[in-house]
């Protein structure tokens, strides 16, 4: 029951900080983005228009920070005997990152109370520096998490480890694919938020310069990174296919080990009757895209021991929502790209609809895929070394400290919304004043 | 010749101490705007948000660089400690996310009293209990009494190692030096002379009071320990030094010399980290784990200092060109 208590503690501080984590990481550019459109066309709409979005960062990278602060500590209140082992190994992403998190401090310092002190260009430069901080700092951060599901840069030996190498366990398999799948997914994420909020006002104010600017900013982050994004998560599956065999037969519901393995579109696996019923499926579909070749053999679950399946209903809903809602921010990346192109960005009121319903998908999208990769990964913490049952903390009671973080992130939650509708939404300037 | 797993501890010991002579003080500046009191209370209380607001994002990441080595360099040390130290942990991080947030919420919401008087005084508590569970973290890992497995009732595995009359004391040790730190560093960022007074007197009190602690904390030592802080080879200059350090600080005070008063109360700050540093070597936990048998292999713990000296090359730079911007008297800038 501890054991469970300890996931759930852990699952909902990750859930809750990557929120904040991703946008520390994008909204900073699109505010220094403003900044840099104010300096080049001296437009004060482009000025207030970065402070709104300074203030926002304001908030939300406090609230990361802390909460990031809660998850370095956690792992070691919930995972001791992870750390014992992982520590050495983990270890150096975590310290570069510790100093990426510091530059993200110190010029996010220097940024929001630097407005009158720095001359513009300097000003602008630490809002640079604080974007390039954010996407080092989840780029490191990231490489440890693909560690554990491609752990390397070590031997055992009798249950003993040997031969440990940091720098071949920070570049594990999976690294790079996650690391730019997490960056895509931040801008993406963020852009199409940030758009989606200002579609919505510009549909009742449809020549509003300010909501305008902002939107078209936000679009110019969410949308590259929207498109690409389908290119990495099938980078990443393929990894996934190479390396994490019952993670990918969990995420596509596969029991059966097949030739032509079908791409399922949809649907819900039974465990119990070994089959993944009411999906569409395209025949070779999933041999073509884990292995290039339609008539690939796919491992699946049934060769796998039932001990050690991954939760799969679980594991293919989320893949299905993330996969789905990442097809269809790409079309919106496609759409709103048209649109750019012959001057009718603000024009449709349909993909500004469009934009505006998608608001919180991407970060449905975001949870859904932390749900594939760490669902998709256990039972193990590190994968095919050690079960997370394993690494729990001997700490009783443990259902406690989950209650108590439920409250603060909860009533974090709520206050951080509200604030962030006062501050960019509420107050926004109409029409005349902007 | 120092070894690695010497150096290692140094660099985190050094960690430490600018996590306490920085972020220390951003928590003492919380207990004095829980205190703050007469005629100039709503002025020192903007004061305190004034000096604190660029730097405290910065100040807390020396947290997190000392967590990453403990765990890198010292995976079992960091083990033990978050098994048997998780209550103390936990009010910790409870304590972090309250004054963090809390701080960001008031300076960022509505200018309304009755809305920044509520987060004020969440970010004036959280910041004063942090210290004192912070403190009695340190106790707890000086004192010895954690046990080397985790097996027994709940009470004698996870809660009598850390609640003893000395780590209570090392908590309230520690919030008195933070306080002290803060009061200093704040005689130099008063806008007026009564505002100014208002934080010598502060300054002054606390100093004394963390003399008395100091005295208490030894009191309650565990012989072992005792014997180290007072009987070591080390013990009597450094007991002179920190006293000379801890006397020059209250005179420059009196004599309202401020800059001169900060940096003996931080040497003084500083050596008393450094004494307990050295009582505590060879030991990562007293009694049963030794700094060597909790490290990390060897090249994993050159590679680490390597990157913590490339990093430091970048940081230290902008460290400095944060403070230069933010100094004593700075920080008059209107929020962003």
């Not at chain 2, 890198?72 to 009010?91: D, K």
């Not at chain 2, 520690?174 to 007026?192: I, N, Q, W």
């Not at chain 2, 963390?210 to 012989?223: Q, R, S, T």
Request: glycine share 10%; aromatic share 10%; hydrophobic share 55%.
């Amino acid at each position: 029951m501890d054991l469970l208590f300890a996931r759930w503690q852990m699952g909902l501080s990750l859930a809750f900080h990557i929120v904040f984590a991703v946008i520390g990481m994008a909204l900073p550019l699109m505010m220094a983005a403003a900044e840099a459109a104010w300096l080049r066309t001296g437009e004060a709409g482009y000025l207030d228009l970065a402070r709104r979005w300074s203030r926002g960062t304001a908030i939300l990278f406090a609230v990361g920070a802390v909460s990031g602060t809660v998850l370095s500590f956690e792992l070691g209140l919930l995972w001791p005997a992870f750390m014992e082992f992982a520590g050495p190994l983990i270890g150096m992403p975590f310290s570069l990152e510790g100093f990426a998190f510091f530059l993200e401090a110190i010029f996010l310092g220097l940024y929001l109370y630097g407005w009158e002190r720095l001359n513009p260009r300097t000003h602008l430069a630490a809002g640079i520096l604080v974007c390039l901080g954010g996407a080092f700092s989840g780029a490191f951060v990231v490489t440890a998490n693909a560690w554990m599901n491609t752990p390397a840069g070590f031997r055992l030996v009798e249950g003993a480890v040997v031969d440990v190498d940091p720098v071949a366990a920070m570049f594990s398999p999976a690294a790079a694919a996650q690391v730019v799948h997490m960056l895509l997914a931040a801008y993406a994420a963020v852009g199409v938020a940030v758009a989606g909020i200002h579609a919505r006002l510009l549909l009742r104010d449809r020549s509003n310069p300010f909501h305008r600017r902002a939107f078209a900013i936000a679009l110019a982050v969410g949308l590259p990174a929207a498109l690409l994004q389908p290119l990495s998560g099938d980078w990443s599956g393929r990894v996934v296919a190479r390396t994490q065999p019952a993670k990918l037969a969990a995420l596509e519901g596969q029991f059966a080990t097949e030739r032509y393995a079908p791409l399922r579109v949809g649907g819900i696996p039974d465990a119990d009757a070994r089959q993944t019923r009411y999906a569409i499926e395209i025949p070779g579909g999933l041999s073509l895209l884990a292995h290039g070749d339609p008539a690939a053999e796919v491992v699946g679950l049934n060769d796998i021991p039932r001990d050690l399946w991954p939760p799969v209903r679980a594991v293919h809903l989320s893949f299905q929502v993330m996969v789905g809602i990442g097809s269809w921010l790409a079309v919106l990346a496609i759409w709103g790209a048209l649109l750019w192109w012959r001057g009718r960005l603000f024009e449709s009121r349909l993909f500004l609809k469009a934009v505006c319903v998608s608001t919180a998908l991407g970060f449905v999208a975001l949870e859904a895929g932390w749900m594939v990769t760490e669902l998709g990964r256990q039972p193990w913490i590190i994968q095919g070394v050690m079960k997370t049952s394993a690494a729990v903390t001997p700490m009783p009671g443990l259902a406690a400290p989950f209650a108590l973080f439920t409250l603060i992130y909860i009533g974090l939650a709520a206050v951080v919304i509200a604030l962030i509708r006062r501050t960019i939404i509420e107050t926004s300037p109409a029409r005349r004043t902007a | 010749m120092i070894d690695s797993v010497g150096l290692l501890a140094l660099v985190l010991v050094a960690t430490l101490t600018s996590y306490v002579l920085l972020g220390g003080a951003d928590y003492g500046g919380g207990l004095w705007d829980l205190l703050a009191s007469g005629t100039t209370a709503d002025r020192q209380r903007a004061t305190i948000a004034r000096a604190i607001g660029p730097v405290w994002e910065a100040n807390h990441v020396w947290l997190i660089v000392a967590i990453v080595v403990l765990f890198t360099g010292f995976p079992r040390a960091f083990a033990a400690v978050s098994t048997f130290l998780h209550v103390p942990l936990l009010l910790v991080l409870v304590g972090i996310v309250l004054r963090g947030s809390a701080f960001v919420f008031r300076a960022y919401g509505p200018a309304d009293p009755r809305y920044t008087r509520v987060w004020g005084r969440i970010f004036a508590v959280a910041s004063t209990a942090t210290p004192l569970f912070l403190g009695v973290i340190v106790g707890a890992v000086t004192e010895g009494r954690i046990p080397e497995h985790p097996g027994g009732p709940f009470v004698a595995v996870f809660i009598e190692p850390w609640l003893t009359p000395f780590s209570l004391s090392v908590g309230v040790f520690t919030l008195v030096l933070f306080g002290y730190l803060a009061a200093v560093y704040l005689t130099l960022e008063a806008s007026d002379v009564e505002e100014r007074r208002a934080f010598r007197r502060r300054a002054l009190i606390s100093g004394v009071l963390a003399g008395v602690m100091a005295a208490i904390v030894l009191l309650l030592a565990e012989p072992g320990v005792r014997h180290g802080l007072i009987a070591s080879a080390w013990a009597v200059p450094l007991h002179v030094a920190t006293a000379a350090c801890a006397v020059g600080a209250l005179v420059f005070l009196a004599r309202k010399q401020y800059g001169l008063a900060r940096v003996a109360a931080a040497a003084q700050v500083t050596l008393i980290l450094w004494g307990w540093a050295l009582t505590q070597y060879p030991y990562a936990l007293r009694p049963h784990l030794t700094l060597t048998a909790a490290a990390a292999p060897e090249n994993v713990r050159i590679l680490l200092l390597q990157v913590l000296g490339v990093g430091a090359v970048v940081l230290v730079p902008s460290l400095l060109f944060l403070f230069g911007m933010f100094g004593p008297r700075g920080g008059h800038d209107e929020r962003a």
